[in-house]
C-alpha cells in the first residue's frame, strides 16, 4: 500500500486510523456474530474527526479528495469491514453532496455546521418494489403537500448506519410535480422509525435496517432536491461510491495477510518446514499478490484521474469498471486465501469464513455488474457506429 501514498496528509490519517487497528479488530468477531452495529467504533471515529474527512475545509472539514477517502476506507476496512461500509455510505454522501453543490446554499451550511458537529447522513432510497434505485425505478414513497407541510409515507429497505444515523436523505415521489424529490429527515421527527430487519450472512454490523415514514410532516425546505428522474447512480458520474470496492479491497487484503502468516506458520509433519514452501500454495500466494496489486493499481488510477480536474472530463465508463473488477478480484482472493487455510477456513472462530461472507454483499452494491458490463458494451459499439437509439441504457 505504501506505493500509493503520496502526501503528508495521507500519511497523518492513515496514522491516525491504524492506532484503531487493534480494537476494531477485536471487536469485528463479536459484532458479526451477534450482528450489532459497532456503535464504539463509528463513536471513535467521529470523535477523532473521521466522519468530516470529506467536508470541504472551507465549511470546517478536512477536504480530502476521492483518492485519500479510498485510501482510509481501504485500510479501515481490513479492520473492521461493517465499520467500513457504513462510514462509507456516510463519507461519499457528504464528498459529493459538496463536491457537486446539489443542494441550495442554506441547506448546504445547516448540514455542514451538523456535520462538523459529528452528524451522520445517507441516502435512503431502496425499496423492496423499485429493488436497487440505481435501475432506475421509481419510490413507493410518497411526499403529499398540505399545506405549508410535506407529508411523506413509505418504507426503505438497507438504510445502512440506521442506528446511528442523524439523517436521512429520502428519496420520494411527488405525484403534484410527477417527479421524484430527495428529503432531508431528523431521526428524531415523529412517524419516523427504524424496523431492525437486517439479518443477513454479510456484512451483519451495518444495521442496514428498515425506515418506516409514517405520515412524518416537514417544511417545505426540507425538500432538498429535485429530478426529472430516479437518481441513477452512474449519470452523473458520482465517484465518491469508489468508497464501495475500497472495503472489498480491504477485506481482500485482511484475508491475503492471514493466509500468508498460516502458510509460512503451518508446518504439518508429511514436510519439514512450513506449507509456504510448497509450489501449490505458492502458485496460490502469487496469483492473490497478483490479483491484489492490478485491482489497487486500477482503483487507485481512476480515483487519481477523477480527483485531477484536467482529466476527469475524459472518464467515461472506468468508474463502474474498477467497482467491477475491485469487487470481484477480491471475492476471487478471499476464495483462494481460504484454499491455503484447509478446512480451518470452514471454522466459525475463523475470521477467513467471515470475509468470505462479507465479501460477498460487494455484488449487490452499486453499480451492479450487468449495469457495468452493459454500459462498457454500449460506449464500445457508440465509438464504433455512432449514438445508439432506442438500446437500453
Ligand atoms: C451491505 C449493503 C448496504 C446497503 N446500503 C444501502 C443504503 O444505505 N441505502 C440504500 O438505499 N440502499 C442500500 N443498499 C441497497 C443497494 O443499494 C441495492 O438497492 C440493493 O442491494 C439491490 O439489491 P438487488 O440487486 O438484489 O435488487 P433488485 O434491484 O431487486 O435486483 C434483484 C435481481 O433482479 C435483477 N434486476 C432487477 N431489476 C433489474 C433491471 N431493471 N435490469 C436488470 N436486472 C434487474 C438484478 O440483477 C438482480 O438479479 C445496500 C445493499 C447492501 C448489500
Not at 431521526?187 to 425506515?211: A, Y
Not at 475491485?326 to 470452514?346: E, F, P, Q, W
Request: with cysteine.
Amino acid at each position: 500500500m505504501d506505493l500509493f501514498i503520496h502526501t503528508p496528509l495521507q500519511q497523518e490519517w492513515l496514522g491516525r486510523l491504524s492506532g484503531k487497528g487493534d480494537s476494531f479488530r477485536n471487536r469485528a468477531d463479536g459484532i458479526d456474530k451477534s450482528g450489532t452495529f459497532p456503535s464504539e467504533n463509528v463513536t471513535e471515529l467521529i470523535d477523532m474527526g473521521y466522519t468530516k474527512i470529506t467536508l470541504p475545509s472551507s465549511y470546517g472539514g478536512e477536504g480530502l479528495r476521492i483518492y485519500d477517502m479510498v485510501l482510509l476506507q481501504e485500510m479501515l476496512a481490513s479492520y473492521d469491514a461493517s465499520t467500513a461500509l457504513s462510514i462509507g455510505w456516510h463519507l461519499s454522501v457528504v464528498g459529493e453532496l459538496f463536491e457537486k453543490s446539489l443542494w441550495e446554499q442554506g441547506s448546504m451550511s445547516f448540514i455542514a455546521e451538523e456535520i462538523a458537529k459529528g452528524a451522520l447522513i445517507n441516502r435512503a432510497a431502496s425499496e423492496a418494489q423499485t429493488g436497487s434505485p440505481t435501475r432506475g425505478g421509481r419510490p413507493g414513497t410518497t411526499a403529499v403537500k398540505q399545506g405549508n407541510k410535506w407529508v411523506i409515507t413509505g418504507r426503505k429497505i438497507y438504510t445502512t448506519l440506521s442506528p446511528m444515523l442523524t439523517y436521512f436523505v429520502v428519496s420520494a415521489w411527488i405525484e403534484e410535480k410527477m417527479t421524484i424529490g430527495q428529503f432531508l429527515l431528523h431521526r428524531n421527527l415523529e412517524g419516523l422509525r427504524i424496523e431492525e430487519t437486517w439479518d443477513t450472512m454479510s456484512l451483519r454490523g451495518t444495521g442496514s435496517h428498515d425506515l418506516v415514514l409514517d405520515h412524518v410532516e416537514v417544511d417545505e425546505d426540507q425538500l432538498v432536491e429535485l429530478g426529472t428522474h430516479p437518481r441513477k447512480v452512474e449519470s452523473p458520474l458520482n465517484a465518491w461510491l469508489l468508497h464501495i470496492p475500497a472495503c472489498y479491497l480491504g477485506i481482500a487484503q485482511a484475508a491475503r495477510d492471514y493466509a500468508l502468516r498460516f502458510a509460512c506458520e503451518y508446518t504439518p509433519n508429511s514436510i519439514s518446514g512450513p506449507i509456504s514452501q510448497l509450489a501449490n500454495i505458492r502458485q496460490l500466494i502469487g496469483e492473490m499478490d497478483l490479483e491484489l496489486m492490478q485491482a489497487r493499481h486500477f482503483l487507485y488510477s481512476v480515483a487519481g484521474a477523477y480527483d485531477d480536474e484536467l482529466r476527469r472530463g475524459r472518464l467515461e465508463t472506468e468508474l463502474g469498471a474498477a467497482k467491477h473488477a475491485v469487487t470481484n478480484s477480491a471475492i476471487s482472493i478471499v476464495d483462494k486465501a481460504m484454499r491455503i487455510a484447509g478446512i480451518r477456513s470452514l471454522q466459525l472462530d475463523n475470521p477467513l469464513q467471515r470475509y468470505y461472507r462479507d465479501v460477498r454483499a460487494g455484488l449487490h452494491n452499486p453499480p451492479m455488474d450487468d449495469a457495468v458490463l452493459n454500459k462498457i458494451a454500449l460506449s464500445a459499439i457508440e465509438r464504433t457506429t455512432g449514438p445508439v437509439q432506442g438500446h437500453i441504457k
